[in-house]
């Protein structure tokens, strides 16, 4: 899908800022910036390359300032804010810039036009940059290109102590020599430094400057007449591809992508290539792993299991699914799934008591979509333990009550996926049975006693307890005046809260209403939570409704799960809808018109991804994560379910 931005989009330094692109390289690292290439946040980087996979990540070239010398004089190409100096505003000559998986700039300025295109090169800590100048300006004309680096874990702030020193090709600092490879004119220059100011960060309550350094430049010099291509590659690697070469595997790579899918609809064919960029390798288990979104965070178990169906099975890639869940299998401990995997000589963790159910239901997915049953007879005794781990009771206060049904949490530990803690602070307390997650329970229960006959074992007792989970749940959460259910039963206020978690008890391959009260779920979320980009966590007419999500960490954090739009409960939300109005012609025509509203989402924050959130009133402008792994996963599965029929149980 080609996202293209125009002059509108960048009439100010400020509205140049308010998009980026992300463009990854498999292992964790990345490049982002500014469409106009500025860098607005701490975390972006034009090369944000990965030590060790998918975490390790450094932050080697921050930004890349660009002046073009013409006979009118010197202007930069880049914009850039720095702190205490005026601003480099090279949007001021930019007179497009458009993303078709990797982005695309074209300056034009006194009769020299200048075209930018990059690429990372795949499971390799390398950067390309090719710059097309055409000079009609009747003069010679110089671009010089200087990259600003820091040589920090990503995050972290560059240190006036830090030493950088270049040397046979390559600049070396902190124990990393980043080796560069140009056909214009390299040369080292005297080490300069610059303050930069990042406006998303500021905003935010976070750091709002940061330090970068430069002590090399390259250049090219274009008679009048002339076009002429500079070439320049950036690698940690010992041997350094050509830079046409990187672009050109890149841009197949994509493509093959889009091919590979099978989807129809253009937004859907790019949700699959957007999905790729979560999909890395994880040098601790030599195997696949997701990452739950740019820029900010790292592979959670949690969001595996969530974004997994979307992001591998519906985009036919299996063979990154299975490794993904050996990885699980061979971590699961007292039943439970690891929410942060071992990382070097540190431990996972097992904060969650959402992502061993949802194992379970993406091992029954992933059998659908590729019958491996010798891949279901492995996980067997794993899926075992953790509905013996979850009925016997295990860490985090996690266990069965004598109803069936399962309860979690105790003291500050918060295990769904509503998990804030600020302090000694639960904005979201939910210690008690969630609604979702004795949804994906009963799911589990069913699963088990399918797959259990064709495991040599007998399944009554799955089906029984499922029995009475059933009749549980149905008593417990279903309120018959609000038409909906309870999100939590820990005898507090905040059980009859309406919130997004109950749609789950809904979408999930085996459910507990009836029809008739299904129905009315859907209508009741549609009424209170839903908006086109979204589903609310919490209903406007509750007093604890936070409208706006932004400012200061603690006052974001208090704001995340009260009212906050989430895209990806968003497609539990459509599958649900489909479900109700039984996959008819008119419910999917209704579905697609609505889709139509996530068209322009995947145009704003990111070019072709899905956030993580927007704010809770109008639900404008992304917020957080501005590339969110579950957004985009859980939204492909409904395009997979509009164009393959029924999704695969």
């Known amino acids: 899908m080609r996202f293209i931005y125009g002059k509108q989009d960048f009439r100010s330094q400020?509205?140049?800022?308010?998009?980026?692109?992300?463009?990854?390289?498999?292992?964790?690292?990345?490049?982002?910036?500014?469409?106009?290439?500025?860098?607005?946040?701490?975390?972006?980087?034009?090369?944000?390359?990965?030590?060790?996979?998918?975490?390790?990540?450094?932050?080697?070239?921050?930004?890349?300032?660009?002046?073009?010398?013409?006979?009118?004089?010197?202007?930069?190409?880049?914009?850039?804010?720095?702190r205490g100096l005026p601003a480099e505003e090279g949007w001021k000559h930019l007179c497009s810039m458009?993303?078709?998986?990797?982005?695309?700039?074209?300056?034009?300025?006194?009769?020299?036009?200048?075209?930018?295109?990059?690429?990372?090169?795949?499971?390799?800590?390398?950067?390309?940059?090719r710059y097309r100048i055409g000079n009609e300006s009747g003069a010679d004309c110089?671009?010089?290109?200087?990259?600003?680096m820091q040589f920090v874990p990503k995050g972290n702030d560059l240190s006036a102590r830090q030493r950088f020193v270049f040397r046979e090709g390559a600049v070396e600092s902190a124990g990393l020599r980043l080796r560069i490879k140009t056909n214009g004119q390299l040369q080292e220059t005297p080490l300069r430094r610059q303050t930069l100011w990042y406006a998303y960060d500021a905003c935010d309550g976070r750091r709002a400057a940061g330090h970068t350094a430069s002590n090399v430049q390259i250049s090219i010099t274009v008679p009048a007449g002339v076009e002429k291509t500079l070439d320049m590659v950036f690698s940690l690697e010992q041997e350094l591809s050509a830079a046409g070469k990187v672009l050109q595997n890149a841009k197949k790579r994509l493509r093959a992508l889009e091919q590979q899918s099978g989807f129809r609809h253009p937004a859907a064919r790019q949700l699959a290539v957007s999905a790729d960029a979560f999909i890395t390798q994880r040098a601790s288990t030599g195997a696949k792993t997701i990452l739950a979104g740019y820029p900010f965070f790292e592979d959670?178990?949690?969001?595996?299991?969530?974004?997994?169906?979307?992001?591998?099975?519906?985009?036919?890639?299996?063979?990154?699914?299975?490794?993904?869940?050996?990885?699980?299998?061979?971590?699961?401990?007292?039943?439970?799934?690891?929410?942060?995997?071992?990382?070097?000589?540190?431990?996972?963790?097992?904060?969650?008591?959402?992502?061993?159910?949802?194992?379970?239901?993406?091992?029954?997915?992933?059998?659908?979509?590729?019958?491996?049953?010798?891949?279901?007879?492995?996980?067997?005794?794993?899926?075992?333990?953790?509905?013996?781990?979850?009925?016997?009771?295990?860490?985090?206060?996690?266990?069965?009550?004598?109803?069936g049904l399962i309860a979690a949490g105790q003291g500050l530990d918060q295990v769904t996926w509503m998990d804030v803690r600020i302090g000694d602070i639960l904005p979201t307390p939910r210690h008690g049975k969630p609604v979702e997650i004795n949804a994906y329970w009963y799911n589990a229960l069913r699963i088990m006693e399918r797959l259990a006959s064709e495991?040599?074992?007998?399944?009554?007792?799955?089906?029984?307890?499922?029995?009475?989970?059933r009749k549980s749940f149905v008593r417990q959460f279903w309120m018959e005046e609000k038409g909906c259910l309870k999100d939590l039963v820990s005898g507090t206020k905040a059980d009859e809260q309406i919130r997004c978690n109950q749609i789950w008890a809904v979408s999930m391959p085996f459910t507990m209403l009836e029809p008739r009260q299904e129905k009315q779920v859907v209508q009741t979320v549609l009424r209170h939570l839903y908006t086109?980009?979204?589903?609310?966590?919490?209903?406007?007419?509750?007093?604890?409704?936070?409208?706006?999500?932004?400012?200061?960490?603690?006052?974001?954090?208090l704001a995340y799960h009260q009212g906050t739009v989430w895209p990806f409960p968003l497609g539990a939300w459509y599958l649900a809808y489909l479900k109700v109005n039984e996959y008819s012609a008119q419910?999917?025509?209704?579905?697609?018109?609505?889709?139509?509203?996530?068209?322009?989402?995947?145009?704003?924050?990111?070019?072709?991804?899905?956030?993580?959130?927007?704010?809770?009133?109008?639900?404008?402008?992304?917020?957080?994560?501005?590339?969110?792994?579950?957004?985009?996963?859980?939204?492909?599965?409904?395009?997979?379910?509009?164009?393959?029929?029924?999704?695969?149980?």
């Open 532 to 557: 086109p980009v979204g589903l609310r966590t919490l209903s406007p007419e509750d007093e604890e409704f936070h409208p706006t999500y932004g400012g200061p960490q603690q006052q974001r954090d």
């Open 300 to 403: 959670w178990g949690r969001d595996t299991m969530i974004a997994l169906p979307g992001c591998t099975l519906a985009t036919g890639r299996y063979e990154d699914a299975k490794s993904i869940l050996t990885t699980f299998l061979e971590h699961e401990r007292g039943g439970l799934m690891p929410n942060l995997f071992p990382e070097g000589g540190n431990e996972p963790m097992y904060n969650t008591v959402d992502a061993s159910l949802l194992f379970i239901n993406c091992i029954w997915l992933y059998r659908a979509y590729t019958g491996d049953e010798a891949f279901v007879q492995k996980a067997w005794p794993v899926m075992k333990r953790i509905i013996e781990g979850y009925q016997k009771g295990t860490e985090f206060g996690i266990h069965m009550e004598p109803d």
């Open 455 to 469: 495991m040599g074992e007998a399944g009554q007792s799955y089906g029984e307890l499922a029995e009475k989970v």
């Open 14 to 82: 400020e509205r140049g800022q308010e998009s980026c692109w992300l463009v990854t390289n498999g292992l964790g690292g990345f490049s982002s910036q500014t469409i106009t290439g500025a860098a607005a946040r701490n975390d972006h980087a034009v090369l944000m390359a990965c030590t060790q996979a998918p975490n390790h990540r450094w932050n080697l070239i921050h930004r890349l300032e660009e002046v073009l010398e013409t006979g009118n004089g010197m202007e930069h190409l880049s914009s850039q804010q720095f």
């Open 587 to 649: 419910a999917k025509r209704q579905v697609k018109q609505q889709l139509a509203a996530l068209e322009p989402a995947l145009r704003e924050g990111c070019a072709g991804q899905l956030p993580e959130i927007y704010d809770g009133e109008i639900p404008t402008a992304s917020r957080g994560c501005f590339a969110q792994a579950w957004s985009v996963g859980e939204l492909l599965r409904v395009y997979e379910a509009l164009e393959r029929s029924q999704p695969k149980h």
């Open 142 to 148: 110089t671009l010089t290109v200087t990259p600003w």
């Open 98 to 129: 458009e993303v078709d998986g990797l982005p695309h700039w074209w300056y034009q300025l006194n009769g020299v036009r200048v075209e930018k295109e990059l690429a990372l090169d795949w499971e390799r800590n390398t950067l390309a940059v």
